[in-house]
């Protein structure tokens, strides 16, 4: 945050601007434990944790977080029970229709990453629409990874440079780590250091990235928690801030002190 100001919430949990992440990725997991532990349908869960993304948006931009990014729907998730990858991509095209509205009025910009080709149709147009509704908005950035994972988002990365060079655009030399971030998928943030998160939240207590920007969280934070997705909230929300502004973020180089 620019002007180093924080919003009362923050300041009471005793959080500091400076230290504040600008880019917040979420693996939203836990939702259809969540529902079991409660005698409700998988339906269900998914609903409540539909809910809980949109609460964490509105924190984000209350709080001054410029980039959120959340992983929706893997690719791996399309091998569960076909009634439940429809009702998964139904809730997600009426999540994106329901709140692009609000999202436009708050500045907040959209945009759906992932292989588009293997989503509904129709879910295709709500994120061609939500996208032209939003490109003007720069108040925060809001990602949703559908049908998405990290290797294949390095493939297709890989296959377009391979294109690049055959068509003489490029050659192998011309590629290194940047040429290969500015055609991954999150190159929609900009091939700079916003398209790679600070601080990976992961909820539902596993302890793993399952194959979630494997190329942009290379220095990335990592929080995990046992509290399912739908039950994360502010207080949850506030404690991975706090950790995250204990660490020391050295991106593999050592202190100019242990350096001599």
């Known amino acids: 945050m620019a002007d180093h100001s924080l919003p009362e919430a923050l300041v009471q949990a005793g959080l500091r601007a400076e230290l504040m992440p600008r880019h917040v990725a979420f693996v939203m997991d836990g939702s259809r434990r969540w529902a079991q532990a409660r005698g409700l349908t998988t339906a269900e ?22 980039t959120i990014t959340a992983f929706a ?29 609000g999202f436009a009025r708050e500045g907040v910009r959209m945009y759906i990453i992932g292989d588009r080709s293997r989503m509904p149709a129709s879910l295709q147009d709500a994120a061609r629409e939500a996208e032209e509704m939003t490109r003007n908005n720069s108040h925060c950035h809001f990602t949703i990874a559908i049908y998405y994972s990290g290797q294949w988002d390095i493939a297709q990365a890989c296959r377009e440079l ?32 916003l398209a790679c998160p600070d601080l990976v939240i992961r909820t539902g207590g596993d302890l793993r990235l399952s194959n979630f920007l494997l190329w942009q969280s290379a220095y990335s934070e990592l929080y995990f928690t046992g509290t399912m997705w739908p039950a994360f909230g502010a207080d949850e929300y506030l404690l991975a801030l706090k950790d995250f502004q204990t660490r020391e973020r050295r991106f593999g180089q050592r202190e100019l002190s242990q350096a001599e």
């Not at 869960?45 to 410029?66: F, P």
């Not at 399309?78 to 990858?85: N, Q």
């Not at 940047?178 to 091939?191: I, K, P």
């Open 73 to 101: 729907f893997s690719q791996e998730n399309s091998t569960r029970p076909e009634p439940e990858v429809k009702f998964g991509m139904e809730l997600m095209e009426r999540g994106i229709r329901d709140n692009v509205d």
């Open 45 to 66: 869960g998914h609903e409540a944790g539909g809910q809980a993304l949109k609460k964490i948006v509105d924190l984000s931009v209350a709080w001054g977080i410029h």
């Open 162 to 193: 391979a294109t690049k060079v055959q068509d003489k655009v490029l050659t192998p030399e011309d590629i290194d780590g940047a040429t290969l971030a500015g055609h991954l998928a999150t190159n929609v943030l900009g091939a700079g250091e």
